[in-house]
């Protein structure tokens, strides 16, 4: 089975391609020359993995699936949600983002989060959504020089170490996208369409 992941991102890629089984055939926007950025104006992270996945799928008559992820920190009612790439700008720094999410903490003892991933799959003229969720805790440092994104701040519940401590393996049995991914698989395992 082909399918296509509607990203640019090699990180996202990579992570994929680690949790998927062999069978399915997982290519990325790369690899259809698709050189476009999608831009992403939903108001939810669910519309946007559908944008991305409808865009596609259309335009390249595959099935196609898409993700959208943030980071909702509850001191600041869910922010930066659905903007979380772009939070400090729309060159979508990392370093930048975290600045200034640590920045908008300073003051608060609350520093509850979660990272949310929806992937959305169009697929036969269907769509379908997968929702994962991991709950966790902002660190006051960064620590760890694995993952992307938000991942050196990012402590899980449960664990002593952030997502950019962790072993590749590690993260991708508990983060949002796994969850999300494991959700997309299993589906793909029951349906025969």
Known sequence: MKLV????????LKEIKAIVPSRIEVISLNDLNFTDEIEETAETLEGNALLKARLIATKFSLPCFADDSGLEVEALNGAPGVYSARYAGIEQ?????MEKLQSELQQKTNRRACFKTVIALVQNGKEFTFEGRIDGEITSEKAGSRGFGYDPIFKPT??????????????????????AVNKLVDFLKQDKG
Request: charged residues 25%; hydrophobic residues 35%.
């Open 5 to 12: 992941f509607a990203t640019h991102n090699l990180n996202k």
């Open 93 to 97: 720094n990392a370093e930048r983002n």
């Open 158 to 179: 449960g664990y002593r170490i952030t997502f950019a401590q962790m072993e590749p393996a590690q993260k991708n049995k508990i983060s949002h996208r796994a969850l």
